[in-house]
């Protein structure tokens, strides 16, 4: 299996996480609960595999607008669209867990009091709010995983340019030495040629000949 197929998919990794979250604030609830003596400390368990599933369907929506609005200058309207993106996420969330706990009751009633005014009430109180937080969070860890990516690629390009420029040196260096080759090369030519004929002019014919049997 390469690398590549193990990755989650987008929303399995956002309902793992609001899963982990929603069962450390439910752990802290339960315990609560324990300690008062509760006599049904799990009572509250629906209400919270609501909130976490809900949050990890919603997810997206944040994802897409820090990608339409990235936290950047100007940083005045960027922060004031997502101030009103993040109520209206809020808001969005509220009315759906509302509907949710309204069919639930309607379908296994547990508790005849239930309108959709106390309802939205009780998911206001308690909920309202840790939802514009939860927005401006998965916010900020999207930014920045974002500019952690883009130092990574900025560090990559100036790795390239170190390699390109000692490329760049690799191939001065050759050249250099193919001219210093050029110009040798000649040099040992005629230098050798000369020493035969110093050889030969001192009839030295046998050294003559070997010269030129190791010149060849």
């Given amino acids: 299996m390469s690398l590549q197929s193990r990755k989650f998919p987008p929303w399995a990794f956002y309902l793992l996480a609001w899963t982990l979250i929603g069962l450390i604030y ?52 960027v922060l004031a669209l997502h101030l009103a993106f993040s109520l209206l996420w809020a808001t969005a969330k509220m009315f759906l867990e509302a509907g949710f706990h309204l069919s639930w009751n309607t379908l296994w009633p547990y508790d005849s009091t239930l309108t959709v005014s106390s309802e939205l009430t009780l998911l206001f109180i308690f909920g309202f709010h840790t939802s514009v937080v939860a927005y401006w969070v998965v916010l900020s860890i999207q930014s920045a995983i974002r500019n952690y990516q883009r130092f990574q690629e900025r560090e990559q390009a100036v790795l390239r340019s170190e390699l390109r420029a000692s490329q760049l040196e690799t191939q001065v260096a050759q050249a250099r030495l193919g001219v210093l080759k050029a110009q040798l090369q000649p040099h040992f ?26 010149f060849s």
Avoid at 189 to 213: D, M, P
């Fill in 26 to 77: 439910f752990a802290q609830n339960v315990t609560r609960r324990f300690y008062w003596d509760d006599p049904n400390p799990w009572q509250d368990l629906r209400y919270w595999m609501v909130n976490v599933d809900l949050s990890a369907l919603l997810t997206p929506l944040i994802i897409w607008a820090g990608r339409r609005w990235p936290l950047e200058r100007p940083l005045r309207k």
């Fill in 189 to 214: 030519l005629f230098n050798t040629l000369n020493a035969i004929v110093v050889l030969v002019r001192q009839q030295k014919g046998r050294q003559a000949e070997e010269t030129l049997a190791r």
